[in-house]
């Protein structure tokens, strides 16, 4: 049954957007405006102080001793190559190729983050020789989760997005391989130490623009066909974002690619676009970079923030651009002026897959990261902390609108909307008895549809008496309401959906956390919003609440939040957090992460703290049912039922 009109699907992307155009537009607005460098320097502080509160703790710890090995040496014509494996974070071993030149001596060092794909595709072999070949000394890695050596349990959208749950950001791993290739970099008796360069496409140009703000060691770097406009590629354009791209709360301070290479500043900075990029518009480069020479500017720099645009390119690491990347670590790392060897595609030689590899050990991934920071956790929370980790505004209902139906038996099936503003609606089906006061109210929250659970006879017909003459016991009047992406306002699909890493609700779920939310916590407001409204009309008596499936998570928290419902049933729920990072993937992805779960609370641990609780089927985040270990998280007193059918069990709520 349909309630609202046909632009539903829109609602809940458009009122995301709308919170977060509104304030990454004021910040944008204030540090353009900015004029002077004082006054650059005092926002730049804070803006970085975000910009790192992003990264676990464990990013900031550096090694007492650099732990590598070398793996394979071979040689070439024009350079060579050795294999290396360096710990970078414990366990994880970076798998590093280090071409070398021909001849003996000591040169500068360039770090080159791999893209989304493997250090062994010629887009990456190709750029290392040409700077090889013009004096230097440059280091290739693999990114984990893609096409390289770190596959399993680093899928990083689906393993990604869990670094958020965890509080351990996956950017955390892309960033810190780079910096411990220059820690390896710093043993080497051929590298000038403490001068490094940076260059890498796409992922690797992000990670090139993280890490050179980071370590004060990159003297200069050059990033490629990395950078757009995040309110024109991810929010108008709706396109899905990687993961580890944005950190938490970074778009609410709008820390976008443009804020990133204004933190550089004044460093030396080459930023690289292909004229015929097929993923990134290269004009939006070209715009961002107005505003960022204006910040050199500050520093009287700005020949220092410079632009390459290679008119017969796309989205790759040609070698126009690193002959033009040469020139540029020529001048600033070799202080000369001299633009280095030219190169054809003649020129280059292969080299065999198997010669790059360097067999790292995969015990240690995304995912074995983010169920270890689950481990051993002791947490302490109140009522007040969780509201205030959940409401940053509260919502309220404004208006409610109603059409009844014609009498069916003794009830009447009410189409309602619950209006919080002209976008922000939530439409709901209503079961009402006919001339009888009923004063009990069901509020249901389902995963799929406001309506599938009454059909034929379904639990929520049951209970509010549908087919009966007479009110019967402990007969309630049903409220079923779709909560944003559920039901009429489930995102609607879009053109990047054909992509297979691209879906609607994974961009508004990233969207969320970067803004420092989350949809749990969105859907949290509005069945807080609703409770509110319902208690204060004053018509029932008793509320009860009950979710299923990906609603039950909002239910639970905010039966928690508002501590007044008379009965709290779940169905199908996830048994905590923690299971979450366990099955990847799973149908609770990605709307169900909350950040940094292990150290604010865990699912049970609220159910614990809910008087007359009921779980039915609750389950690990595979979706199958581990009765052993679920008696464990649960106290005794809370109710839990294990049932094939749902039905015969909850018409009794």
């Excluded at 958020?164 to 000038?192: K, M, P, Q």
């Excluded at 292969?350 to 995304?366: A, G, M």
């Excluded at 959940?390 to 014609?406: D, G």
Aim: hydrophobic share 35%; net charge negative; aromatic share 12%.
């Amino acid at each position: 049954m349909h309630v609202l009109d046909t632009a539903s699907h829109h609602y809940f992307k458009n009122n995301v957007k709308k919170q977060i155009y509104k304030v990454f537009y004021e910040e944008i607005e204030k540090r353009r405006n900015i004029e002077e460098l004082d006054e650059w320097l005092q926002y730049k502080e804070k803006i970085m102080s975000v910009f790192k509160n992003a990264f676990p703790d464990e990013f900031f710890v550096k090694p007492e001793k650099l732990n590598y090995k070398k793996v394979s040496f071979f040689e070439f014509d024009t350079f060579n190559i050795e294999n290396v494996l360096i710990e970078s974070i414990t366990g994880w071993f970076v798998n590093a190729t280090v071409y070398l030149p021909k001849e003996k001596g000591k040169y500068h060092g360039i770090v080159c983050p791999t893209g989304h794909s493997s250090k062994t595709f010629d887009n990456y072999t190709r750029s290392n020789q040409v700077l090889a070949r013009n004096g230097y000394i440059s280091i290739s890695f693999d990114p984990p989760g893609m096409k390289g050596e770190h596959q399993e349990g680093n899928d990083h959208f689906t393993d990604g997005v869990l670094g958020f749950l965890s509080g351990f950001w996956t950017n955390t791993f892309f960033i810190l391989d780079a910096i411990r290739c220059i820690d390896y970099l710093e043993t080497r008796d051929d590298v000038i130490k403490g001068e490094y360069g940076m260059t890498g496409i796409s992922g690797g140009g992000t990670s090139t623009i993280y890490a050179s703000v980071l370590d004060e060691r990159i003297k200069a770097c050059a990033p490629v066909c990395c950078v757009s406009n995040a309110l024109h590629h991810i929010l108008e354009e709706n396109y899905t974002s990687c993961p580890e791209t944005a950190g938490f709360e970074y778009h609410k301070y709008a820390l976008d690619s443009e804020m990133l290479l204004n933190l550089l500043a004044p460093k030396p900075l080459l930023l690289v676009g292909g004229e015929k990029d097929e993923v990134l518009d290269y004009k939006l480069a070209v715009k961002s970079m107005e505003y960022v020479k204006k910040t050199y500017s500050l520093y009287e720099k700005q020949e220092n923030a410079q632009y390459f645009m290679d008119s017969l390119s796309g989205h790759e690491y040609s070698l126009d651009m690193i002959c033009e990347v040469t020139a540029f670590f020529n001048r600033y790392l070799k202080k000369q002026e001299k633009r280095g060897l030219s190169f054809m595609l003649s020129d280059m030689e292969s080299i065999e897959r198997e010669k790059l590899l360097c067999h790292p050990v995969e015990s240690t991934s995304f995912r074995s990261k983010n169920q270890e920071m689950f481990t051993g956790k002791k947490r302490i929370f109140t009522k007040d902390d969780v509201k205030n980790w959940i409401f940053r505004e509260p919502l309220q209902i404004r208006k409610v609108t109603e059409e009844a139906s014609a009498p069916k038996w003794a009830h009447t099936i009410n189409k309602r909307i619950y209006e919080i503003n002209e976008t922000h609606k939530l439409p709901a089906i209503a079961l009402k008895r006919i001339n009888e006061k009923i004063e009990d109210v069901l509020l249901f929250f389902t995963d799929d549809n406001k309506w599938t659970h009454y059909l034929n006879e379904g639990f929520l017909s049951k209970a509010g008496g549908y087919l009966n003459r007479q009110p019967v016991k402990n007969e309630k009047q049903v409220i079923s309401v779709d909560l944003s992406g559920f039901g009429e306002l489930e995102l609607e699909g879009d053109g990047y959906d054909l992509s297979g890493w691209c879906t609607q609700l994974r961009n508004i779920s990233y969207e969320l956390l970067y803004s420092g939310s989350s949809v749990i916590e969105f859907r949290v407001r509005e069945i807080m919003a609703l409770l509110e409204y319902i208690e204060k009309t004053g018509e029932f008596q008793n509320i009860y609440m009950a979710g299923k499936g990906n609603a039950s998570i909002p239910v639970l928290i905010a039966s928690y939040i508002y501590g007044k419902c008379k009965q709290t049933t779940l169905i199908d729920m996830p048994v905590s957090f923690e299971t979450l990072t366990h099955f990847v993937p799973n149908r609770y992805l990605p709307d169900c992460v909350m950040y940094d779960a292990p150290n604010r609370f865990e699912l049970y641990e609220l159910a614990n703290n809910i008087d007359n609780i009921r779980l039915i089927n609750p389950r690990n985040g595979d979706f199958t049912i581990n009765t052993e270990s679920i008696n464990k998280l649960f106290r005794s007193s809370t109710l839990i039922e294990y049932i094939k059918e749902c039905a015969s069990s909850v018409r009794r709520i």
